[in-house]
């Protein structure tokens, strides 16, 4: 009876595992209290996760070559939602880990503000003394009550308050310089934990869109299996014509949309902006009545126009574009910039797919400028606004300043407003507010909103390709 009963039980477990789809999921195992725990104990952890994606990225990249079954794309859907969980898990851990080096940061920049507080004080007491001397004429020295050698004992005084001030001012210079360092560093390290905290949202979101789908298969039994293959071949239907779809950029730059998609996806996690947002502003067709874009892109910067330079380009902005094309090798004569929209503006100028403005691009005047961001990305020594990858890595970053002014402390909430604010940012300036950011943002006939609009729209074409 028990030999019966035993068989019985084999029987039922090996059936079961016949009939149910093989699923190697596991549950997240690098999901560990981050709180407390030290830069090394952080690692180990990260590195688990990292291993777990690689895992889950090895079994999806090996189901995805079985043939078109129910069975097999739930197991896809479910390796892609395990994915996702490490993914924001390993985020997490960096995340803390950037904290630390950001407080890390802050201190040194406060020692170092104390520092220059100090020594300012020194330059001061200096200063103070050396005019008190300096103004001491010679005569009266010999009319003052102090004997000759007393007097020079102070002249000497006075040689060595010299060589302190000195030193005091290069001490000076030496903490602004590692102030500024430092402050480098904090603001590349919080740019990074804002893009990391943006990524994984989008994960966040990603598996959201996944579990759906898997409910959706979940729900469908065998005798709906050819269903779901027509279903199948229509949703390949659809990511062609998706991908295939012509791109135009502001700049009148033609391409697919898969072909824009690639460019700027990878750089998502390392940036912190939407792939869906970035192509929503590049694109022409989300321009205000087709205007930006309709006549960018063909004038030169010294041409003929109506305005107080004379020129398509103000005066302002020429030696600008004049150092970037002779870096580039470019004939500035013939480089074609944008013309003006008098009905927007008395100037032109703009280059690119992108379209940025000289200043914008390399302010050689200050030497800033989007130029150095997108060198540092991208690891090149001379990115070009007329490249297409440089442009959309320089929008994208162009984009993450903005979105961080509009998703402070008063900011918004929703994804659209924080979308429609960017955009209008970018559109307007980063220092728009008040009035002018809610004339560009908040009307449905608005640059913004109907930036925010089509980055839905791209958002929906990004989450059917990515399914």
């Given at each position: 009876?028990?030999?019966?009963?035993?068989?019985?039980?084999?029987?039922?477990?090996?059936?079961?595992?016949?009939?149910?789809?093989k699923?190697t999921?596991?549950?997240?195992?690098?999901?560990?209290d981050?709180?407390?725990?030290?830069?090394?104990?952080?690692?180990?952890?990260?590195?688990k996760?990292e291993?777990?994606?690689a895992?889950?990225?090895k079994?999806?990249?090996?189901?995805q070559?079985?043939?078109?079954?129910?069975e097999?794309?739930?197991?896809?859907?479910?390796?892609?939602?395990?994915k996702t969980?490490?993914?924001?898990?390993?985020?997490?851990?960096?995340?803390?880990?950037?904290?630390?080096?950001?407080e890390?940061?802050?201190?040194?920049?406060?020692?170092?503000?104390?520092?220059?507080?100090?020594?300012l004080?020194?330059?001061?007491?200096l200063?103070?003394?050396?005019?008190?001397?300096?103004?001491?004429?010679?005569?009266?020295?010999?009319?003052?009550?102090?004997?000759?050698?007393?007097?020079?004992v102070?002249?000497?005084?006075f040689?060595?308050?010299?060589?302190?001030?000195?030193?005091?001012?290069?001490?000076?210079?030496?903490?602004?310089?590692?102030?500024m360092t430092?402050?480098?560093?904090?603001?590349?390290?919080e740019?990074?934990?804002?893009?990391?905290?943006?990524?994984?949202?989008?994960?966040?979101?990603k598996?959201?869109v996944?579990k759906?789908?898997?409910?959706?298969l979940l729900?469908l039994?065998?005798?709906?299996?050819q269903?779901?293959?027509?279903t199948?071949?229509e949703?390949?239907?659809?990511?062609?014509?998706?991908?295939?779809?012509?791109?135009?950029?502001?700049?009148?730059i033609e391409m697919?949309?898969?072909?824009?998609?690639r460019?700027?996806?990878?750089?998502?996690?390392i940036?912190?902006v939407?792939?869906?947002?970035?192509?929503?502003?590049?694109?022409?067709?989300s321009?205000?009545?087709?205007?930006?874009g309709?006549n960018?892109?063909?004038?030169?910067?010294?041409?003929?126009a109506r305005?107080?330079s004379?020129?398509?380009?103000?005066?302002?902005?020429k030696?600008?574009?004049l150092a970037?094309?002779?870096?580039?090798?470019?004939?500035?004569?013939?480089?074609?910039?944008?013309?003006?929209?008098?009905?927007?503006?008395?100037?032109?100028?703009?280059?690119?797919?992108?379209?940025f403005?000289?200043?914008?691009w390399?302010d050689?005047?200050?030497?800033?400028?989007?130029?150095?961001?997108?060198?540092?990305?991208?690891?090149?020594?001379?990115?070009?606004?007329?490249?297409?990858l440089?442009?959309?890595?320089?929008?994208?970053?162009y984009?993450?300043?903005?979105r961080?002014?509009?998703?402070?402390?008063?900011g918004?909430?929703?994804?659209?407003?924080?979308?429609?604010?960017?955009a209008?940012?970018?559109y307007?300036?980063?220092g728009?507010?008040?009035?002018?950011?809610s004339?560009h943002m908040?009307?449905?006939?608005s640059?913004?909103y109907?930036?925010?609009?089509?980055?839905?729209s791209f958002?929906?074409?990004?989450?059917t390709?990515?399914?």
């Amino acid at each position: 009876m028990n030999i019966f009963i035993k068989k019985i039980g084999v029987m039922f477990f090996v059936s079961l595992f016949l009939f149910f789809p093989k699923n190697t999921f596991s549950e997240v195992v690098c999901s560990i209290d981050l709180e407390g725990k030290t830069d090394s104990e952080l690692e180990i952890s990260l590195q688990k996760c990292e291993q777990e994606i690689a895992e889950q990225e090895k079994l999806l990249q090996e189901k995805q070559k079985e043939s078109v079954n129910i069975e097999r794309d739930i197991d896809i859907l479910g390796y892609k939602i395990n994915k996702t969980k490490s993914d924001i898990r390993a985020k997490e851990i960096k995340i803390t880990q950037l904290k630390g080096g950001i407080e890390e940061k802050k201190e040194t920049i406060g020692q170092l503000n104390k520092r220059a507080e100090r020594t300012l004080s020194s330059i001061s007491g200096l200063i103070k003394k050396t005019n008190e001397l300096d103004s001491f004429s010679s005569v009266e020295a010999l009319l003052s009550q102090e004997s000759i050698s007393e007097f020079f004992v102070d002249f000497d005084n006075f040689n060595v308050l010299k060589d302190d001030l000195k030193d005091n001012l290069e001490a000076i210079r030496q903490i602004k310089g590692e102030t500024m360092t430092a402050q480098q560093k904090l603001e590349e390290q919080e740019q990074k934990e804002r893009a990391l905290k943006i990524a994984q949202e989008e994960e966040k979101r990603k598996t959201e869109v996944y579990k759906k789908e898997n409910e959706k298969l979940l729900s469908l039994n065998r005798q709906q299996e050819q269903e779901y293959k027509n279903t199948i071949a229509e949703k390949e239907r659809i990511k062609n014509e998706i991908r295939n779809r012509i791109f135009r950029t502001v700049g009148g730059i033609e391409m697919t949309f898969a072909e824009a998609l690639r460019l700027i996806q990878p750089y998502e996690n390392i940036i912190g902006v939407e792939s869906a947002l970035v192509l929503a502003v590049l694109t022409q067709e989300s321009a205000i009545d087709g205007v930006i874009g309709s006549n960018l892109g063909r004038c030169t910067y010294n041409q003929t126009a109506r305005n107080a330079s004379g020129t398509v380009m103000s005066n302002s902005q020429k030696e600008s574009f004049l150092a970037i094309v002779g870096e580039l090798g470019l004939n500035a004569n013939t480089v074609p910039v944008s013309c003006p929209i008098y009905a927007d503006g008395a100037y032109g100028g703009a280059m690119g797919p992108s379209q940025f403005m000289p200043n914008t691009w390399w302010d050689v005047g200050t030497g800033y400028g989007y130029k150095k961001r997108v060198a540092k990305v991208l690891g090149i020594d001379k990115p070009s606004p007329f490249v297409n990858l440089d442009a959309f890595v320089g929008t994208a970053s162009y984009l993450s300043d903005a979105r961080e002014m509009c998703s402070g402390p008063k900011g918004f909430d929703s994804q659209f407003d924080i979308w429609s604010c960017s955009a209008a940012k970018y559109y307007a300036g980063l220092g728009a507010k008040n009035s002018t950011l809610s004339k560009h943002m908040t009307s449905k006939w608005s640059y913004g909103y109907k930036v925010a609009e089509r980055a839905q729209s791209f958002q929906k074409d990004i989450d059917t390709l990515d399914l």
